[in-house]
């Protein structure tokens, strides 16, 4: 039986699938579990220093299982079923968003409810002509969950976001590059390169300076541009303590490409 979800490491860098096309990559208790311990163990693996997300088959996601749903409704325990995947869920989108390592997504077909908080954790997000961002929630009278709402509202603005949610909308791959719901719009036929390419650049940078970059992006939404200011100026502080600041600034001046060696 294939695994809902495989961990391939490669040189400073691992690809990170979803593996249930035939079940729609659907997030099931089996499927949230996988990935959740997957996330974690990336996340302290000092070997990664960078993660692509995709999926195997034309859907990223398909959103929360259908058929788990049924049958907590079946046995009476809905809420029991809910409970244990959202916070499942949580869980690994906070842990995306904190590792001290860049995290990449592509997005080649359908992405829809859970799937969409999952796509739009990533701190660099691909999306190709075959993408579809399906918001899915009020379709079956459920509410966003996993970051989804969030992420959308932080990208497009409350007045898009809501009209996406509440009228179960859908966003097209190119769409969402132009409005800035994704970071990129790559040719399906070329994203996996590109993806890769990507990732493999990254996963040579200055681990510490993106890690703290991360950071600074997360603590945003809650502070005062003048605590923000100072959160950058600690940052760079912080940053200009690392070997990878001075291996840049003599790289610099002496014209030639950084080798950042992540310390």
């Not at 997957?38 to 000092?46: G, H, K, P, Q, Y």
């Not at 009278?141 to 970051?147: C, E, I, K, L």
């Not at 959160?231 to 303590?241: D, F, M």
């Amino acid at each position: 039986m294939e695994k809902p979800v495989v961990v391939e490491k490669e040189n400073g860098f691992c690809r990170l699938y979803l593996n249930q096309p035939d079940k729609a990559n659907a997030y099931s208790p089996e499927l949230a579990a996988e990935l959740w311990e997957a996330v974690r163990r990336i996340r302290w693996d000092n070997d990664i220093r960078a993660v692509l997300l995709l999926a195997e088959g034309p859907i990223f996601s398909g959103g929360g299982d259908i058929g788990s749903f049924q049958q907590g409704i079946d046995k009476g325990a809905i809420t029991d079923v809910i409970e244990d995947l959202s916070a499942v869920l949580n869980a690994t989108i906070l842990a995306i968003r904190r590792m001290e390592k860049v995290f990449v997504s592509l997005i080649d077909g359908v992405c829809a409810g859970a799937g969409v908080g999952l796509a739009l954790a990533a701190d660099i997000t691909l999306a190709t002509e075959k993408a579809l961002f399906v918001a899915g929630y009020t379709g079956i009278g459920a509410v966003p969950d996993g970051g989804s709402s969030y992420a959308v509202v932080e990208a497009l603005g409350r007045a898009r976001a809501a009209d996406f949610f509440l009228t179960n909308g859908r966003i097209d791959g190119k769409t969402a590059a132009r409005l800035g719901l994704v970071s990129r719009f790559v040719a399906s036929d070329k994203a996996l390169g590109e993806a890769l390419e990507l990732v493999q650049k990254l996963s040579s940078g200055p681990l510490r300076a993106q890690a703290l970059t991360k950071e600074l992006f997360a603590k945003m939404p809650g502070l005062s541009l003048a605590e923000y200011l100072e959160s950058e100026r600690q940052g760079i502080i912080e940053a200009s303590r690392t070997r990878d600041f001075a291996l840049g600034v003599e790289a610099f001046l002496k014209k030639e490409p950084p080798q950042f060696n992540g310390s």
